[in-house]
């Protein structure tokens, strides 16, 4: 019993640590002059689902759920984050070259497609970052426009 209750005690003792090494949060109020909005035209409708789906991993400003603040899920999430905006920021689309910027297009629109965005992860636990029929539709005709317009410019 009482290595059982010492075991307990350090696991105890680690965790309360780990609360102390919090990840840096990623936020900006600052609006970027690479936005994808400042490359195209993106409708309300499209920019409003895009926020609620994607924004959090592939942007520089994400919403935080409370548990985020517990450890070690605050670690997971940022690995999450940094690793989403890595493959794609939505806040510096415009610094990407232009054939980066068409091959993300591509991307988005064949994620959608397959459904592997958003993740099934993240769904689970945001269930408005589900995107329905409708959604998915709207952001693909968005994305379609894009193609047309970037393959009449080359």
């Given at each position: 019993?009482?290595?059982?209750?010492?075991i307990?005690?350090?696991?105890l003792?680690?965790?309360?640590l780990m609360?102390?090494?919090q990840p840096?949060r990623n936020?900006?109020?600052?609006?970027?002059?690479?936005?994808i909005?400042?490359v195209?035209?993106?409708?309300?409708?499209?920019?409003?689902?895009?926020?609620k789906?994607?924004?959090?991993?592939h942007?520089?400003s994400t919403?935080?759920?409370w548990?985020?603040?517990?450890?070690?899920?605050?670690?997971?999430?940022n690995?999450?984050?940094?690793?989403?905006?890595?493959?794609?920021n939505?806040?510096?689309?415009?610094?990407?070259?232009?054939r980066?910027q068409?091959?993300?297009?591509?991307a988005?629109?064949g994620?959608?497609?397959d459904?592997s965005?958003?993740?099934?992860?993240?769904?689970?636990?945001?269930?408005?970052?589900?995107?329905?029929?409708t959604?998915?539709?709207?952001?693909?005709?968005?994305l379609?426009g894009?193609?047309?317009e970037?393959?009449q410019?080359h």
């Amino acid at each position: 019993m009482r290595l059982r209750f010492k075991i307990l005690l350090i696991l105890l003792a680690v965790f309360a640590l780990m609360q102390f090494f919090q990840p840096d949060r990623n936020f900006s109020e600052a609006a970027s002059t690479n936005d994808i909005t400042k490359v195209y035209p993106v409708p309300n409708a499209v920019q409003a689902i895009l926020k609620k789906a994607c924004y959090d991993c592939h942007s520089n400003s994400t919403r935080y759920p409370w548990y985020t603040y517990i450890q070690p899920f605050g670690w997971m999430m940022n690995s999450h984050i940094n690793e989403g905006k890595s493959e794609l920021n939505f806040n510096e689309f415009g610094s990407y070259s232009a054939r980066r910027q068409r091959s993300k297009v591509k991307a988005i629109a064949g994620s959608i497609e397959d459904g592997s965005m958003p993740l099934a992860s993240y769904k689970l636990i945001h269930r408005d970052a589900k995107l329905n029929n409708t959604e998915k539709n709207l952001i693909l005709n968005w994305l379609r426009g894009i193609e047309e317009e970037s393959s009449q410019k080359h």
